[in-house]
């Protein structure tokens, strides 16, 4: 599949502000956890999150307690917290609206018979429930969660499909996209909804669009741009 004039035999997403808008959905589920704790920390663990797409939750609820409550959280409080998050998302994930174009474009990718994979932060099991939710699951060969890190993911698929890394393309918005997608040897395009996007800030030269419209007709900023 050609994009961005290079052929491609293979395609992987991360999920949130990439297939869905919902980076909203749990920046505001990251809050409702912390409410207690009052607004300066809400706000604090709302930027870290936003800052830190690629980061699992148990990641980021174990470091939002010791950098700002100075306290350190047992498994018991951890997986409390993870069950209060999950229940706040996902019917809100599943309903989120699709990132622009993303439908026509896995509908290419179908008809093209190019395989796709989602690469995603969210725990496996809720990914899966997720997906299959919103009616998308038969678009990939593999859905592949927070059981295994970006990269870790990423090479399995590289491994199990026979593929180089140069031969995929990672959609990304996160730096453990970017990060992933450079260690396997894969190429990166950013989906970000801006030039303000955390992304950029930490690298700036990256190639990016705002959407899968602007994929298809090959508006890429940055780089390529």
């Known amino acids: 599949m050609e994009i961005g004039g290079k052929d491609y035999k293979a395609l992987v997403f991360d999920f949130d502000g990439v297939l869905a808008d919902s980076v909203n959905v749990k920046t505001a589920a990251f809050k409702a956890v912390f409410q207690e704790w009052g607004d300066a920390v809400q706000q604090k663990v709302a930027e870290h999150h936003l800052n830190h797409g690629g980061m699992t939750r148990t990641e980021k609820f174990v470091y939002y307690y010791k950098a700002f409550l100075g306290r350190k959280l047992g498994e018991e409080g951890l997986e409390t917290l993870c069950r209060k998050f999950s229940s706040l998302v996902v019917e809100k994930v599943i309903s989120a609206p699709e990132i622009p174009g993303a439908g026509a474009f896995l ?6 018979g190019i395989p796709c994979f989602v690469d995603s932060a969210t725990p496996d099991a809720e990914l899966a429930v997720i997906i299959r939710k919103r009616g998308i699951a038969g678009y990939f060969r593999e859905i592949l969660g927070a059981d295994r890190s970006k990269r870790e993911n990423l090479e399995w698929i590289l491994e199990t499909y026979g593929l180089e890394g140069e031969d995929c393309l990672f ?5 453990s996209d970017y990060d992933a997608a450079s260690g396997c040897g894969s190429d990166f395009l950013g989906i970000l909804p801006n030039s303000e996007a955390p992304l950029l800030k930490a690298h700036p030269d990256i190639t990016w669009a705002r959407d899968f419209i602007e994929v298809e007709k090959g508006d890429f900023y940055g780089r390529a741009g």
């Open 107 to 112: 509908d290419r990718c179908r008809a093209e």
């Open 171 to 175: 959609f990304g918005d996160a730096g």
